[in-house]
Nanobody
Framework: QVRLVESGGGLVQPGGSLRLSCAAS????????MGWYRQAPGKERELVAR???????NYADSVKGRFTISRDNAKNTVYLQMTSLKPEDTAVYYC??????????????????WGQGTQVAVSA
């Protein structure tokens, strides 16, 4: 069982900044890609940013140049630094982690887990 604990959401004024964190714990052999998604009221969940084990990143066009995703592999933690926040960034942000469980016999199983979500509200 893998547990993802998110933190860092809150209320911020337009133009402000927030930093989200997501720490993974549990029985994990390795973590592959980590990412952040968001879901605004009445909208579908969308990718915000994603980062591979080697540090390659991709971002939604709407956040490029404003958000930065990073990870600390030693801590199994992914971060999302958000700057120049806009009201349209308001959403529940979810952490997503792709991880692998390997057995001593060589069997491998891949899983994906989601965090519980953290609310980000951008308003004057």
């Amino acid at each position: 069982q893998v547990r993802l604990v998110e933190s860092g959401g809150g209320l911020v004024q337009p133009g402000g900044s927030l930093r989200l964190s997501c720490a993974a714990s549990g029985t994990i052999s390795s973590i592959n890609a980590m990412g952040w998604y968001r879901q605004a009221p009445g909208k579908e969940r969308e990718l915000v940013a994603r980062i591979t084990t080697s540090g390659m990143t991709n971002y939604a066009d709407s956040v490029k140049g404003r958000f930065t995703i990073s990870r600390d592999n030693a801590k199994n933690t992914v971060y999302l630094q958000m700057t120049s926040l806009k009201p349209e960034d308001t959403a529940v942000y979810y952490c997503n982690v792709d991880w692998r469980l390997s057995s001593p016999f060589g069997n491998k199983r891949d899983f994906t887990s989601w965090g519980q979500g953290t609310q980000v509200a951008v308003s004057a």
